[in-house]
């Protein structure tokens, strides 16, 4: 299995709050995403990242915001959280080998926004 | 821009039949294109993966899926169903330039005794 590890796993917030979820990986790749999965849309992504301090809008950007000082880690940030933000938070990484995009999930993260 | 489309939502069979898993996908180029299984309460696993040449591909856990241009189609078959199938399965397409993958909204695969 890829490094990849989400932190929390699961957090119950009020709206408003700021609300920061971590992904961290350990194989060194240039890659990293983050997506949301809500039944009915399958993931959908929200920022994605292709290097140190390169990131870049997905689908879903509006509310979110990202940061990635060093390669092994990737931030995401909700500024003012609110309920539509309730979600299953996933973090994935890639790498550019020759042998397309495949990509490598970590756990997830189960926000509740009440 | 690209997109997928999995037009089962459920799909239920009996343990040791055929299972066959419809995606279509709409790219402009030669796509690459995945099946991700994801258990209840788990991330998503690539069960197999299609870059280029042989159009039919084999994955893990006696998977395979077969890519046919003309159809646009990408479908997820396994000759004999175990119980612990039983997941939710994603297909989806990928494009160059910095890697993004486009997914389709699932299929929920029951296997029943």
């Known amino acids: 299995d890829a490094g990849i590890t989400q932190s929390p796993r699961h957090k119950v917030t009020e709206t408003g709050t700021p609300v920061t979820l971590r992904c961290h990986q350990t194989e060194n790749h240039r890659y990293m995403y983050w997506y949301r999965q809500d039944p009915g849309h399958g993931l959908r992504l929200i920022h994605y990242?292709?290097?140190?301090?390169?990131?870049d809008k997905g689908e879903v950007s509006d509310g979110y915001s990202v940061s990635r000082s060093k390669t092994e880690d990737f931030l995401l940030t909700l500024e003012s959280a609110t309920s539509s933000q309730t979600s299953v938070y996933f973090c994935a990484i890639s790498s550019r080998d020759g042998r397309g995009n495949e990509q490598f999930f970590g756990p997830g993260t189960r926000l509740t926004v009440l | 821009a690209q997109s997928v489309t999995q037009p089962d939502i459920h799909i239920t069979v009996s343990e040791g039949a055929s299972l066959e898993l419809r995606c279509n996908y709409s790219y402009g180029a030669t796509p690459y294109l995945f099946w991700y299984v994801q258990s209840p309460g788990q991330g998503l696993q690539l069960l197999l993966k299609y870059f280029s040449g042989d159009t039919l591909v084999q994955g893990i856990k006696g998977f395979e899926a077969e890519f046919k241009r003309s159809q646009s189609s990408f479908n997820l078959r396994k000759p004999s169903v175990h119980w612990s199938d039983a997941a939710e399965y994603f297909c989806a397409v990928g494009s160059g330039g910095y890697q993004k993958v486009t997914f389709g909204t699932g299929t929920k695969l029951q296997v029943i005794p």
């Open positions: 990242s292709y290097g140190v301090k390169d990131t």
